[in-house]
């Protein structure tokens, strides 16, 4: 167990509807990230938050948006959904230090859009 | 575009040491290699990491070259709850935005 919790577990949603995803941080860790896994794919680097800011975005679009929280929990909110946003989203949080943070990941929220 | 090159699938024989190869020939001086696995639909999970010198833990030993331009995961002693895909990742070095670039990984089967 890593302390990172996600929620829902799954969710269903049809095309153009917009979705929220939601991430608790582990005890003491001021960073999160998100990541996108499509089916047989490994985790694609959605952004990042540190500290309540934006800090670093992979290639997805501005439709992906996300949130973070003083208590460092996150969202993740996708708008104007298509089907091929159907896929696993998983957070990971960590603790920003010197040298590097090592992240540790949430179990996943599984995504399907009809 | 993952900075590591893994092989695809590898198997091993349950009791036995599975020795997991990494290449990353082009690894920044200030870049660390982690090891993550995957059981199906689950979430990463976090092994081990290293910068220079290998390291162990309790659940694995990560040996990097000298030149870093390659590692290896052992785990010691391999069981069936091993089975897993296997990612080995170059990131870190302080820099702001530490992101995971997740490659293709290597598919460990542990038979009995």
């Known amino acids: 167990e890593t302390g990172v919790t996600q929620s829902p577990t799954h969710l269903i949603k049809t095309r153009g509807q917009q979705v929220t995803l939601r991430c608790s941080s582990q005890s003491g860790h001021n960073t999160v990230s998100w990541y996108q896994q499509a089916l047989g794919q490994g985790p694609q680097f959605i952004f990042q938050?540190?500290?309540?800011?934006?800090?670093g975005r992979g290639n997805f679009p501005p439709r992906f948006s996300g949130l973070q929280f003083p208590n460092y929990s996150s969202e993740l909110n996708v708008n104007a959904l298509e089907l091929d946003d159907s896929a696993l989203y998983l957070c990971a949080s960590s603790l920003r230090t010197r040298g590097t943070d090592t992240q540790y990941f949430g179990p996943g929220t599984r995504l399907t859009v009809l | 575009d993952a900075k590591t090159t893994q092989p695809t699938s590898m198997d091993c024989a349950e009791g036995r040491a599975a020795n997991l190869p990494c290449n990353h020939s082009t690894i920044s001086g200030n870049e660390y290699v982690y090891w993550y696995r995957q059981i199906h639909s689950q979430g990463p999970q976090y092994i081990i990491h290293?910068?220079?010198n290998n390291e162990t833990n309790e659940m694995a030993s990560l040996i990097i070259t000298e030149d870093r331009k390659s590692s290896t995961l052992i785990l010691p002693h391999a069981t069936l709850r091993d089975t897993a895909v296997y990612y080995c990742?170059?990131?870190?070095?302080?820099?702001?935005?530490?992101?995971?670039?997740f490659g293709g990984g290597t598919r460990l089967m542990v038979k009995p």
């Open positions: 990742i170059v990131s870190g070095g302080g820099n702001a935005g530490n992101m995971l670039t």
């Open positions: 290293g910068l220079k």
């Open positions: 938050y540190y500290r309540e800011e934006e800090n």
